[in-house]
């Protein structure tokens, strides 16, 4: 979390299924920095743990189309909040190699992206 906040991250959210009490991050909830949806999966498949951590580990497919819908549920709820979205996992990072943070970053490949082709984004 602190990575992704020295980064230029202005909020993170989360989608979570369950996690222990003592994961969860109420510090940067309180100060607005994260937000944590919960969710379950759809319709007729399991939600308790361990069935659902069995079902998902035999049956990639639907773990892969699952997937699917905390990304989409992300990008929908806030195309219009905020000017930049990137969808992670958990362990993954953008770490910007020539800019000071990701906000740099994205302004520059904006800016770079225009240049190529005068297309209204």
């Not at 991050?25 to 319709?43: A, E, R, W």
Request: proline share 6%.
């Amino acid at each position: 979390l602190e990575l992704l906040l020295v980064l230029g991250a202005d909020t993170i959210f989360f989608y979570k299924f369950d996690v222990h009490s003592n994961v969860e991050k109420d510090y940067y909830s309180s100060k607005h920095l994260v937000s944590v949806t919960p969710i379950s999966l759809p319709g007729w498949y399991p939600n308790t743990p361990m069935l659902r951590e069995k079902f998902l580990s035999e049956n990639i497919l639907a773990k892969r189309q699952n997937e699917l819908i905390p990304y989409n549920d992300c990008l929908y709820r806030n195309l219009y909040r905020f000017e930049f979205i990137a969808l992670l996992d958990i362990d993954e990072v953008i770490i910007p190699v020539e800019h000071e943070n990701c906000n740099e970053l994205m302004k520059d490949l904006v800016k770079m992206s225009l240049k190529t082709d005068k297309l209204p984004r």
